[in-house]
């Protein structure tokens, strides 16, 4: 076996995959975030939605699916289940009934309160640094940029 082909094998070891390193890290802190979440009766994709409406509404649908980046068919069933909770309502647009505007409830504001100290309890069941995942998450953003700049090349 040549030298570049043990280097192209070594390229192949799901150790070695960057992409698995992510998907796995993305399923564990998911994992992580149930048990903070069930008392409220929350899914992590809500969770994830709500973040967005308590900095962004009222706003489109379209908005939050490009923020939480969420395909409508999978976004409409999870507002759905975040109104019947009433934590949120589904408003047409006056200017354009094609737009559905999600406006937080009483109720959903109310929220934001009760999910505050969730970031830092998951952070203290880690035990990880809070400056080291500062730094990751620079890192990652930076990375998405490059893959969503890649990606808009690409189409």
Known sequence: MTKGAKSETNYLLLDNQLCFALYATSRQVTRLYQPLLEPLGLTYPQYIVLLILWEDA?????????????????????????????????????????????????????????????????????GYPLQDAIQLKKQLDHFLQHLQSEAEQSS
Do not use: M, Y
Request: with cysteine; net charge positive.
């Open 58 to 126: 009222p706003c489109a649908v379209s908005h939050i699916g490009k923020r939480a980046q969420l395909a409508t068919n999978t976004l409409t069933p999870l507002l759905k289940r975040l109104e019947l909770l009433g934590f949120l309502e589904r408003r047409r647009g006056e200017q354009d009934e094609r737009v559905v505007n999600i406006v937080l409830t009483a109720k959903g504001k109310a929220l934001r309160a009760k999910c505050a100290c969730i970031p830092e309890q998951l952070f203290n069941r880690t």
